[in-house]
């Protein structure tokens, strides 16, 4: 039959985080030998909270980025982290790994 472990409140999933990026290897990108961009890889952690299950847990996040600035208003960039905390849903503890993988365009003015 149907068996149905969370309700739809239950299921929301909400995460916050303050997070400490270091810029690694700023530089520069080359395009068609005639454009140059000036470009960004950073490393990024932080702690916060994530909400799940009507369940509030400690969570510690790491990743990396790379940013890549058209012009001095517009900027490009792409990331990949990690979200790590213990979860008991089913009863025994364990730790959940979330991957976020997220891309995005900044206009700064």
């Keep these: 039959g149907q068996v149905s472990l969370l309700s739809d409140d239950e299921r929301e999933y909400t995460y916050y985080n303050i997070n400490v990026a270091y810029n690694m290897l700023p530089g520069q990108a080359y395009f068609a030998s005639r454009y140059t961009f000036n470009t ?19 969570t ?17 960039t792409i990331s990949a982290r990690q979200h790590i905390y213990k979860i008991d849903l089913l009863g025994e503890e364990k730790n959940s790994i979330n991957t976020q993988f997220s891309t995005g365009f900044s206009v700064f003015f």
């Design 60 to 76: 510690i996040n790491y990743g990396a980025g790379y940013q890549v600035l058209f012009t001095d208003e517009l900027a490009w």
């Design 40 to 58: 960004n890889f950073y490393l990024i952690m932080g702690l916060g909270a994530t909400e799940f299950a009507d369940d509030n847990r400690f």
